[in-house]
């Protein structure tokens, strides 16, 4: 019997016994350290066009993609959110120039600097709407982020960075298209500075989160962890540069309208106060919000430099809930028909019951949230009750009666009664 010949590898010379793997082929062999190695190199000489060659492709995905008008982009938002035209003008304008920013590099000395955004708002007027509504029509990465989970670097908490993750999560680890993409920060008012007086504990969740976004909006390379978190330390970092990717901030910022009144009473004094007095409107005094206002509420002066447009959003009255309730292509009322089209049964909302519950919103303020609240509560017995009844052709109608019925006897309607 013919002894079996040691192969070795022909570049380094180590035996087969010595290697992990190794391949062969007609002419000779190779094992898994020279391949490694060989890789290594090639990384080294050709590392500085690679990037650029990935850089360049994703130029040329974007130079295809449409280039919609502001005037385009409103409409398309009218479509999901009822009114709010201010906040939708100053959206759209910043989706314009962000994509011609993104589509005309710097040339000469000129280089156009984005303008990050920050829209204040009550609860349920419709800013994570139209953060939603904004990712349904653009064609570049976009993450929504909550900044209440965020903390300081080395407390228990998210940091900034993982808002990077998120963003790279969305364009599937592409990081020359992460670097042109749109963040939307939502709750940015629970990171408010929680007071003047210096304390003995630190304020990790407030102005130190604050201090950690600076470099990301301002635009720097910033290492992040991909898988986000600190739940893997042994993780390679990716460099990302912020330089090109917008971030909309937005947040409720309870009680500044208190903060607004007071400095615009106390702007002048004698009949100038009285008049200037009658023309504000006291309805709405979000619509005078500046950046002095979210400065005294508790946001620090060298964030509010990095985020120069301010907007508004209008609270929501009788007529813009009636109209959220019926008109956008998911209105609640559209998504409750097909719910009871699912079970072959038609219904019908009376435009009497559609006011009732509109007042009701109102009543417990809670914006275009609340609708779907008294939705449930109202039609939650019809949900249970309808599919079981083996009939055919069912309708059912809702109107005022059966709607005041079932929220009086919810525990919402004994709220409202107390």
Do not use: W
Request: proline share 4%; charged share 25%; net charge negative.
């Amino acid at each position: 019997m013919a002894k079996k010949i040691d192969q070795k590898c022909s570049i380094c010379g180590r035996p087969e016994k010595d290697v992990n793997l190794l391949f062969t082929g007609m002419d000779g062999n190779i094992c898994d350290t020279c391949i490694e190695n060989a890789y290594h190199i090639l990384q080294e000489t050709m590392g500085d066009s690679q990037p650029k060659s990935a850089a360049k492709k994703t130029q040329e995905q974007f130079a295809q993609h449409k280039l919609y008008k502001p005037k385009e982009i409103k409409a398309f938002l009218d479509q999901y959110v009822i009114g709010q035209d201010e906040a939708k003008k100053v959206m759209s304008v910043a989706m314009y120039n962000h994509y011609k920013r993104l589509m005309h590099p710097p040339q000469d000395d000129v280089e156009i600097e984005k303008s990050n955004i920050i829209m204040v708002g009550e609860t349920g007027t419709g800013k994570t709407l139209l953060a939603k509504s904004m990712a349904r029509l653009l064609q570049l990465p976009f993450a929504v982020v909550d900044a209440t989970v965020f903390t300081q670097a080395g407390y228990v908490g998210e940091d900034v960075e993982s808002i990077l993750s998120r963003l790279l999560q969305s364009c599937n680890y592409d990081v020359a298209a992460a670097e042109r993409g749109i963040v939307y920060i939502d709750e940015i008012d629970k990171i408010g500075r929680k007071g003047d007086n210096p304390s003995i504990t630190r304020d990790v969740s407030g102005e130190g989160v604050q201090q950690s976004l600076l470099k990301l909006l301002e635009g720097s390379d910033v290492l992040v962890p991909p898988e986000g978190g600190r739940k893997h330390p042994d993780q390679k970092m990716v460099k990302v540069n912020t330089q090109n990717i917008l971030f909309i901030c937005a947040g409720a910022f309870e009680g500044i309208d208190k903060m607004i009144s007071r400095r615009v009473q106390t702007t002048s004094i004698g009949y100038n106060a009285i008049k200037t007095s009658n023309e504000l409107d006291r309805a709405n005094l979000l619509q005078y919000v500046n950046a002095q206002d979210l400065r005294s509420f508790g946001l620090i002066p060298e964030l509010l430099g990095r985020l120069p447009i301010v907007t508004y959003l209008n609270p929501l009255d009788k007529d813009a809930l009636k109209r959220i309730l019926t008109e956008p292509k998911n209105a609640l009322i559209k998504q409750y028909t097909r719910l009871f089209e699912l079970e072959d049964i038609a219904l019908e909302v009376s435009d009497e019951a559609l006011d009732y519950m509109v007042d009701k919103a109102i009543e417990f303020k809670l914006g275009g949230r609340g609708l779907r609240a008294i939705c449930e509560m109202i039609l939650t017995d019809a949900m249970f009750e309808l599919p079981s009844q083996e009939v055919k052709d069912k309708h059912f109608i809702l109107d005022k009666s059966y709607a005041m019925q079932k929220l009086e006897k919810s525990k919402l309607g004994l709220i409202s009664a107390a």
